[in-house]
């Protein structure tokens, strides 16, 4: 995917997890991609069955990220459950 703001994470070998945010301009990602500043809390962990599950947190306007800075400007809608927030992206 390029032109994209992404987090991309993943599990080695040996256990240890790997997580950084980007910014891609092309369909390779190298260090110089590396974007950091717009999400945080990022974690990346393998589950006992083999599945790698990566999440984050992001502000809603968040000025390091190239691609939406401002998610309310885009059509993000809000969903509660219970004391959880859910943000939508609509493109």
């Not at 994470?9 to 945010?21: L, Q």
């Not at 984050?56 to 927030?85: C, I, Y």
């Amino acid at each position: 995917m390029s032109y994209a703001d992404a987090v991309i994470g993943w599990v080695d070998a040996s256990g240890i997890a790997n997580v950084n945010s980007y910014y891609l301009t092309d369909h390779s990602v190298t260090t110089g991609d590396l974007n950091p500043g717009w999400a945080t809390d990022m974690v990346v962990v393998r589950t006992a069955d083999g599945r790698t599950i990566a999440a984050f947190t992001r502000d809603l306007n968040a000025p390091q990220a190239k691609v939406q800075p401002n998610l309310l400007a885009t059509g993000v809608r809000r969903v509660t459950s219970g004391e959880l927030g859910h943000w939508l992206l609509s493109s």
